[in-house]
Structure formats: structure tokens, C-alpha cells
Nanobody, 122 residues
Framework: QVQMVESGGGSVQAGGSLRLSCTVS??????RAWFRQVPGKQREGVAF????????YYDDSAKGRFTVSQDSAKNTHYLQMNSLKPGDTAIYYC?????????????????WGQGTQVTVSS
């Protein structure tokens, strides 16, 4: 059984930083990603990292501020978020089990974390 446990969310002021972690058990393969969702909107892809870690993609809103990484030995991937803005406020989800296609489409992932709230105040 695949389990994905997220941590690291919280509340910060604009300009601050947070680091999200997602530890996966029961599944060791493939690419990973981070998504976020606000009420009333679709879940949107924020960052993607390939299984080997050599390829990363970012949503335009995250480029230059967020960094996705992974520690294969710990089966954990991370999202370092710097220069946070109020518009980054959302529930953040980690994803695994990428099946192919567009990396930023949530339908292309089989496994999800429980979500962690990130709140950025101005």
C-alpha cells in the first residue's frame, strides 16, 4: 500500500520561505510532483522532478522562487519555496506514480499526499 506523508506547511509573511517534504512508502519508482489547490479552483501543477532527478519543470508562477528536489535514499521529495507571495496561499499536495502525458495535469498521477496548508500573509 502506497502512503505519502507531507510536512512543512504553515503560515508566513510575504517574502518568507517554507520547505515542504513528502515521504513515500510502498512505492519507489518514477517522477514526482507538487500541486496546489485553492477553494473553487482546479488543482494546478507547481513543480515536477523526474525519477532520476535530472529533469525538473516549474509552473511560470514558481520559476525562480521554488526549487523541487529529492533524496532517493529517503524516498522523499521536497519543495523549497522562497519569496512567498499571498497568491501562493493554497493547500499543497505531493504526487507520485506519474503515468505520462502533461506533468501539470493531476489526472496523470496515481498517488497523492494528504495535503498541507500554506498561508502567506501580506
Amino acid at each position: 500500500q502506497v502512503q505519502m506523508v507531507e510536512s512543512g506547511g504553515g503560515s508566513v509573511q510575504a517574502g518568507g520561505s517554507l520547505r515542504l517534504s513528502c515521504t513515500v512508502s510502498g512505492y519507489t519508482y518514477g517522477s514526482r510532483a507538487w500541486f496546489r489547490q485553492v477553494p473553487g479552483k482546479q488543482r494546478e501543477g507547481v513543480a515536477f522532478i523526474s525519477g532520476g532527478g535530472s529533469t525538473t519543470y516549474y509552473d511560470d508562477s514558481a520559476k525562480g522562487r521554488f526549487t523541487v528536489s529529492q533524496d532517493s535514499a529517503k524516498n522523499t521529495h521536497y519543495l523549497q519555496m522562497n519569496s512567498l507571495k499571498p497568491g501562493d496561499t493554497a493547500i499543497y499536495y505531493c504526487a507520485a506514480g506519474f503515468t505520462g502525458g502533461a506533468w501539470a495535469e493531476s489526472i496523470n498521477y496515481n498517488y497523492w499526499g494528504q495535503g498541507t496548508q500554506v498561508t502567506v500573509s501580506s
